[in-house]
């Protein structure tokens, strides 16, 4: 089956302003940064797949295609900070595609939170995601 | 800190839906919610669960909700969406509802089951109409 996780972390660091924000600091497979890792260190984004389909399987693509809900959070020092990573994220994959991602497709705008025990800001976001075998 | 969080893509479009479908599916959708909860280990006070309501054109559960959540909890519960004539909607009234809906679907699951089950849902309604 797809790796779905990697395939996005791997998409996501090819794009070179996201990358430049983030450095490597993108967590897959996570709701919140792993423990260790500050966002007031640097901005840096997590995500992992809630839910979707589990893909076309047709005779001759087994297994090809996985069509997921993908939940995002852009963390940042400050709002603007993490405001900046979602907008990079949204240049990096809304409509965005290439090998392993046949489309991907924000699903309503961003929105502002922080987190209720550490105060970190981040922006939400969800985007589908169509991720095939390479 | 209060949050109004409103998805659009939690969405479950139906056609042809009678009102009464549309809220017999909010409150089914209400259960299924209900249930991911209690099976995803979200329950502390039970005030998520409890103010977690059906709402729809026929109906709304929020005064049993409010009386449930009110009663194993000092909260208070976000104030009820407001709906277009053709929209229902399952509502998770706890302010922090989002964050735990973050770490682990409750709503958007439900509403993927709810997909799956609304053929049967407003079938069930349209025999009771004589459809």
Request: aromatic share 8%; glycine share 10%; charged share 25%.
């Amino acid at each position: 089956m797809i790796d779905v996780h990697a395939t996005i972390r791997t998409f996501l660091l090819a794009d070179g302003t996201l990358a430049a924000l983030v450095n490597t600091r993108v967590f897959a497979g996570r709701d919140v940064p792993p423990p260790g890792t500050n966002p007031g260190d640097g901005p840096c984004l997590t995500f992992k797949v809630r839910g979707g389909a589990g893909g076309y399987r047709g005779r001759d693509y087994e297994d090809a295609l996985v069509l997921p809900s993908v939940q995002f959070k852009a963390y940042g020092r400050s709002e603007l900070e993490a405001y900046g990573v979602y907008r990079a994220l949204v240049d990096a994959l809304h409509n965005g595609h290439g090998a392993s991602i046949l489309h991907a497709e924000e699903a309503g705008v961003g929105q502002p939170l922080e987190e209720p025990d550490t105060e970190w800001r981040f922006v939400l976001s969800f985007f589908d995601v169509m991720v095939r075998s390479a | 800190m209060p949050v109004d969080w409103y998805e659009r893509e939690v969405l479950l479009k139906i056609e042809g839906a009678t009102d009464e479908a549309l809220t017999a599916l909010a409150f089914h959708g209400e259960e299924l919610a209900k249930v991911n909860i209690q099976a995803n280990g979200q329950i502390d006070t039970g005030f998520m669960l409890n103010s977690t309501y059906g709402l729809g054109p026929t109906g709304s559960h929020r005064a049993e909700a409010e009386a449930e959540a009110t009663a194993v909890a000092e909260r208070q519960m976000a104030g009820p969406p407001s709906l277009e004539e053709d929209q229902a909607a399952i509502h998770a009234a706890a302010e922090y509802a989002i964050y735990q809906e973050l770490a682990n679907s409750f709503l958007y699951r439900a509403v993927e089951q709810l997909q799956e089950e609304a053929g049967g849902i407003i079938e069930d309604v349209a025999r009771r109409k004589g459809l």
